[in-house]
Each structure stands twice: as C-alpha cells, then as structure tokens.
C-alpha cells in the first residue's frame, strides 16, 4: 500500500481559493499520523466569508429555480468528474475503505437527483372575488453548514443542495478531522456557482461559534453530537439564527420472538457496524427474547467473524479504523466498563499491529440499563445485547431515554412489527432495516435528537421562510 502525493487543497473565499491564516494538521486514523496540513480560516477570514454571502445573496435569490438546479446538476458533474480524487480523500482523512467513500460520494448525489427536480410552487389559500391569498417560500439568506467528521461528503451535501435550490447561500465549515475532501469539493465547484454563492472554511475549533453567533449568518444547518448541539442552538439565539439540528442517537432494536437469526443474523449485524458504527442512527442497542440469546449472539458473532478490519486502501478490508483518538478512548472506555461490572465480551474482532486508531468488532452481553454502554452513545464497533420477556418492557425500556433519532423492529410478521414499531418514540422507526437515509424521505430527531428534518420536501422547507402574498380585489 503506497501513500499517494496529495494536492493541498485551499480555503473558498469569495469566489477564489485562498491560503489559511494558519494550518490544520489532518490525521490519517489508519496510522494516527498527520498525513496533510490545510489552511485554517481566522475569525477574520469567516468576516470575508460572511461579507462576500451577503453581497452574493440578492443575485442567487433572484436566479430562476430551474437555473438554480442546473447549477447542483453542473455541481453532481463536476463531482463525477472528480469521485476518484474525492473518495481517495475521504479514505485518508475519515478511514473508511475506498470503496465505502466512493459509495458515499455517490450516496451524496441523490440529493442532486431529488432535489434538482423539485418544483416549490405557491400554495394558494384563497382565490376568489373578494382576494387572493398566496403562501410563497422565500430563501432565509446566508447559511452556515456545519458538518461532521464520519460522512463528510455526504453530510456536506445533504446541506448545500437543499440549500442552494431553495435560493440561499452557503458556507460550509467541515470537521477539524475531515476537512480535506470538502475543501477539495469546494475549490472543485467555483468554475460552476457564481462567486460567494458556495464557501468552505476549515478552521479549529473556536470556528465554529463565531459562525453560529455571527450576525451575518441567518441559519445553521449542523450535524454532530447533542452536547455540541445545545452549544449550536444557544449561540445561534443572540439573532435568532434558523437552525436544523441532526444530532446523536442511541438507536434501540426489538427483535421479535419469531425470528429466523440466521435469516436475519447478516441485517442485523451490519445495522450496528456499518462505517465500524460510526453512525448516527446505528442501531447501539439490541434487544432479543431471552430464549433466542444464544441463536442471535451466534448469528451476529458469525457475520462479524468475516469482517476485516485495516487501512482504507488496503485490499480486501470492509471496516476501518475509528476516525480520531478521543472518540476511541471513549470506545474503549464504555466497552471496558461494561465488562467491568460483569459484562462479556460474546466476540472480539482482529485489528492490526501497530499504530492508528484501531478497536475491534465488539459484541457485549450480561449488561442492562444503568450501564454507561447501554445508557450513552458509543458511535464506534461495539454492540450491547440485551434480553427482554415481555415485549411491552422491551419496548418501555427502549423508550426510556433522551435519545430519539431512530429505532427498529425486526420480524418476519410485518404486521406485528409495525404495531410495535407505532409504539417506539424516534424521528424514524424501520422494521427489518436500520438505518436507511435518502433525500426523498424525511430525517431528523425526536427528544434530544436533533431539531428539523433532513431530506425530502420537509428538509428543502427548512431552508425557507413562510412569505404570504395577500391581495384583496
């Protein structure tokens, strides 16, 4: 495995690239080395960014929808033209194997798909002799996207498409962590948005609350962990900022006592560990009768055993490293106190000798609420199963939690499963899948969870303000 020569990629300001005031060193989680370093924007750079939206806006509000589209579709080609590039990038920078970037920046260009096509006609009120009475969707303005570090390109563009079709301008601040690829797509895109209209600005981490609380930027679009979140919403109330929030979860799966589990073992497992469980509505905790424990555990532990773990751009593996060190001390640490207070580890994945940010696929039974693994979000390869015997305890203790992004059911009786499902409290419930995100369909929190919806019609509304055109003849 050869490291390739990287191209620097450069900060988006105004419509040109532009070096940081200062750099930010990426780390490739496969070695826990530096692999690159990109420019940091200042809080004065983010002043340049904000300025040149705003003078931006008046122009790309006014443009016809239709040509607003053109210009995401002209953005998809220009991402084609350049996935190899990107998803090299996005291995390097998040982990994950080559493959799986470039099934994420294609994942990505649904939004293209969906949302270039989408009409957003007035709904006419009132049409009659004495008035007509029009609500219209007008763009909030300048849009500060913040995103995270385990889909950088597909939660980057889950912001700007929606955002650009309903009239606003963007900027885009990626994770500290996985700042290189999008800055790549931003510079990759100027030659087809008009200046101002699109920006990245990678930064540190006193980035991001000058970009919420700046008084220049009308709505945040933000995507990360709920503690971060609460920091995003409070600072965006000194103006009263919009904001869509796509926050963790701690997703639950009931599993039903008529189970086939080497029918549904495969399923099952991938809904924990897809992206080594770096998800935000992975399924974290499963729950099983007591009398299907063993067959369950087995079916699990058998796919898991065929899981390869190593380097991105490594032949042959399908799961790689977790992408930063805190997050894998936190792994680390809710696993080992789990099997501290008598939990077990049913199987323990192989990792690689040496350095980078490697934890095994981990299976953990014997443990219960109460626990921190089972309580709190680990988003990493580790998955607690718990045992039930009457499924309305299931589905209480299921639903007793702060968290609410998504949750599953899993029978072959989809009846059954679907009045269970009725009953668990998340933004998205899925029966015998989890999770399943596409820009056709809504997605977003309950509880603690997120605030607004990602995704479909209801997503492009978010980045628009309710205008009623009344007129009285």
Known sequence: MVTPTLTIPQLTIGGRAVAGAGTLPVIDPSTGE????????????????????????????????EKRQQVVRDIAEVIKANIDELALLVTMEQGKPLANARGEIGASLRQVDFFGSISLDPEIIKDDETGRVEVRRDPIGVVGAITVWNYPILAAMFKLIPGLVAGNVVIIKPSPYTPVATLRLGEL???????????????????????????????????????????????????????TLELGGNDAGIVLDDVDPAAFGKDLFWAAFSNSGQVCA?????????????????????????????????????????????????????????????????????????????????????????????????FGPVLPILTYTDLDDAVARANNTDYGLGASVWSPDLDRATAVAERLEAGSVWVNQHPVVTATVPFGGAKQSGIGVEGSLNGLLAYTNIKVLSVKR
């Open 282 to 378: 992975a399924l974290k905790r499963l729950y099983v009768p007591e009398s299907k424990l063993d067959a369950i555990s087995e079916a699990l532990a058998a796919e898991a055993a065929t899981v390869v773990v190593g380097p991105g751009l490594q032949e042959g593996v399908n799961a790689g490293p977790v992408q930063n060190k805190p997050q894998l001390d936190r792994v680390r640490q809710l696993t080992e106190s789990a099997l501290a207070a008598g939990g077990e580890a049913y199987f323990t994945g192989e990792v690689p000798d040496g350095p980078g940010y490697w934890f095994p696929t981990t299976i953990v039974r014997g443990v219960e609420e109460g626990n921190p693994l089972v309580d709190e979000e680990p």
């Open 189 to 243: 895109i100027q030659d087809v948005v008009p200046a101002g209209v699109v920006q990245v600005v990678a930064g540190t981490d006193e980035l991001g609350p000058a970009l919420t609380g700046h008084p220049g930027v009308h709505k945040i679009s933000f995507t990360g962990s709920v503690p971060t979140g609460k920091h995003v919403m409070s600072a965006s109330a000194s103006s009263l900022k919009r904001v």
């Open 34 to 65: 530096p692999f690159i370093e990109v420019p940091a924007a200042s809080t004065a750079q983010l002043d340049e960014a904000v300025e040149a939206a705003n003078r931006a806006l008046p122009a790309w509000k006014a443009t016809p929808l």
